[in-house]
């Protein structure tokens, strides 16, 4: 049974929606003294938040009518339902009965151009909105989250000592700032997941490389990646890499990694980064090849039947017509090392091309997006927490105006010092037919950004040739046309 209070809650947070994130947010926020008043538009779901609350500070109300008439205003209340149709229902449900000076806080992972126009559909009523990215899963929004909140930065104050109070802490601080306007919140998110998008890549391709060409069983890929963890790579993701390797399977025999269909699935935050990317001009190949990636992975039929077509070479996965896949076991040391350095270096590679991205989003929407705090919050709770990170944010401080990670002497020369590796792990998978998409593209955009002079000459004449569209010359002023034949 749900227990609405009888009378005013007057400090309660209201949260909307009861499922994993938004109970496990609200416990937080009740342990760190925060009352919280919840709702459900499942009957069910406000019955198992009564059942496991543990804390009188915890109380709910069956509908959002009743929890809207039980807060003290200004109310503050924060959404976490399904992205999409069920936010955009619940939110009219919301402005129909809030009043000026109230604040909404969307925490799914939401559009950030959806974020922006809700925003003005509640301005019209006076009623603040906000869009945060909510980064750690269940665990972090019980423990502590990576926040990411963007809105009407004074109605940011409304909730910002609760926010901090649960959000992950770091020994630089707690994992929240405030993002900047609009969407801005939303669309940080956004790329974090295009990051983490990347990051799983690169990490899925080092797998195959260790297991094909280093010829490494699932218990060495876990030491290996715990070894890793204890290093400059060290991360969330190589750490629960690490767990997955050893996870027993408890339906057969052998570790259940091997069990699983590789068949990726996505929910689209990875596609609305490079849709935006390339709406900006902004390239971002790494995190392009690991949504690509994703999208072939989950064509599993279609790869079975080219497979079996691919007589007339060698298919992946088999001995090559350059030799056998596996090293010969001298050489597997040398090879795990390079492996581990060609990933730091697409690794850096990948959050170069995500910051990048902030960046150009920032100066087309002037959003002054704080690129320190960014790396600052992502240090703990999210999912592409990360030990570079710190170097990051320091780079960041260093020169508030860095323009790309590559310009950082320290990030330039960790990339630099694993480039000759990566060029080699890039090699050895091309060489024996394994995909490593990831890391070639990290390689290939860490070659073009470099280059001087790029073939890009031919382009423009081909250009002008077939449809006029002139070109410039290096070494005079202007826009050239010629008359090619
Ligand atoms: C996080 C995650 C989280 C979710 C992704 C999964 O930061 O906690 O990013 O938001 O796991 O949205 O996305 P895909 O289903 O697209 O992999």
Known sequence: MSTAPSTAATNAIGMVGLGVMGRNLAYNLADHGHPILGTDAWPEAITRFEREKGSAAVQSAPSIKDLVAHLARPRRIIVLVKAGEVTEQTLAQLLAVLEPGDLVVDGGNEHFETTERRAQ???????????????????????????????????????????????????????????????????????????????????????????????????????????????????????????????????????????????????????????????????????????????????????????????????????????????????????????????????????????????HASLARNWNLPFAELARIWQAGCIIRAKVLTQIRTAFLADPSLEHLLLSPALASAVGGGSASLRGVVSAGAQRAIAVPGLASALGYYDTIRTERLPANLTQAQRDFFGAHGYERVDREGTFHTQWL
């Not at 935006?276 to 949504?291: N, R, Y």
């Open 121 to 359: 559909m509640f301005a019209a009523k006076q009623v603040h909105f906000f869009g945060m990215g909510v980064s750690g899963g269940e665990s972090g929004a019980r423990r502590g989250p990576a926040l990411m909140p963007g809105g009407d930065s004074v109605a940011y104050g409304l909730l910002k000592d609760a926010l901090e109070s649960i959000a992950a802490t770091h020994s630089d601080g707690p994992c929240v700032t405030y993002c900047g306007p609009g969407g801005a919140g939303h669309y940080v998110k956004m790329v974090h997941n295009g990051i983490e998008y990347a990051d799983m890549q690169l990490l899925a391709e080092t797998y195959a490389l260790l297991k094909h060409v280093g010829g490494l069983s699932n218990v060495e890929l876990a030491d290996t990646f715990a070894r890793w963890n204890e290093g400059p790579l060290a991360s969330y993701l190589v750490e629960i890499t690490a767990a997955i390797f050893r996870k027993q399977d408890d339906l057969a025999s052998g570790q259940l990694v091997d069990a699983i269909l590789d068949k990726a699935a996505q929910k689209g935050t990875g596609k609305w980064t490079l849709q935006d990317a390339a709406t900006l001009g902004c390239p971002i190949p790494t995190i392009v090849a690991s949504v690509d990636a994703r999208l072939l992975a989950a064509r599993k039929i279609q790869r079975q039947t080219l497979h079996a077509h691919a007589t007339h070479v060698a298919a992946p996965g088999t001995a090559s017509r350059i030799g056998a896949l596996a090293l010969a076991p001298s050489e597997r040391g040398a090879f795990v090392e390079d492996v581990e350095r060609a990933l730091y270096a697409a690794k850096i590679l990948a959050y170069a091309q995500g910051f990048d991205l902030l960046h």
